[in-house]
């Protein structure tokens, strides 16, 4: 277990709402990652971040923004939710300091924009 | 960029033994990585590779060849629990390096 928990686990919400998911992990790792996964795409990067306010673009990132004001906490923001959006999202930590080891995952948060 | 190739599904027999391939074409590398995701559930590290050659973890082993461009996961004495889907993830070579999920091998063991 390392210590991760995302918040909140489901939620629905309407095509143009701003939502924010949170990821907290209670072992001060450095690297975490925000990934959406779907049926026929498998486990993709949104965002990910390497410190306190240091994060970068993943692969699907358009549409989403992040903050990292904590290390302890990693945040996801859908500014204004789009159907396309409805997916798993999961966050990671990494247990090494750096970025070269294995990642963890939480337990998800399954978003539905209708 | 990475481009990471799985089966899409396999089944076996419990108590069999049972290989899952991954190739990758990636720009650079830097690791090999294998989970496994039970249905409704979070991905769990299985295994890592770096090197070429065969680690092995009690029932699961995992081999590398990189000049190759090829990994195998190798799951003995199926037991029905190993029913999930297993991912293979590349590490790339770059500065802040992020895994690449190939899009999973969904395992069905049957009695």
């Known amino acids: 277990d390392a210590g991760i928990t995302q918040s909140p686990r489901h939620k629905v919400t309407e095509t143009g709402t701003p939502v924010t998911l949170r990821c907290h992990q209670t072992?001060?790792?450095?690297?975490m990652y925000w990934y959406r996964q779907d049926p026929g795409h498998g486990l993709r990067l949104i965002h990910y971040s390497y410190g306190v306010k240091d994060t970068d673009k993943g692969e699907v990132s358009d549409g989403y923004s992040v903050s990292r004001s904590k290390t302890e906490d990693f945040l996801l923001t859908l500014e204004s939710a789009t159907s396309s959006q409805t997916s798993v999202y999961f966050c990671?930590?990494?247990?090494?300091?750096?970025?070269?080891?294995?990642?963890?995952f939480g337990p998800g948060t399954r978003l539905t924009v209708t | 960029g990475q481009n990471i190739d799985q089966p899409t599904e396999m089944t076996a027999t419990e108590g069999a033994i049972v290989q899952i391939n991954c190739t990758y074409q990636?720009?650079?590398?830097?690791?090999l990585f294998w989970y496994q995701q039970h249905a409704g559930e979070a991905p769990t590290f299985l295994s890592y590779?770096?090197?070429?050659g065969l680690e092995e973890k009690g029932r699961f082993s995992s081999f590398l060849s990189r000049s190759k461009g090829y990994s195998y996961l190798l799951l003995k004495e199926l037991q029905m629990k190993d029913s999930a889907s297993y991912l293979c993830a590349v590490r790339d070579s770059s500065g802040y390096s992020t895994l690449t999920f190939g899009k999973g091998t969904m395992l069905l063991v049957s009695p």
């Open positions: 990671a930590i990494e247990t090494g300091t750096g970025g070269m080891d294995e990642q963890y």
């Open positions: 072992e001060n790792h450095r690297y």
């Open positions: 990636t720009s650079g590398f830097n690791g």
């Open positions: 590779n770096v090197l070429d």
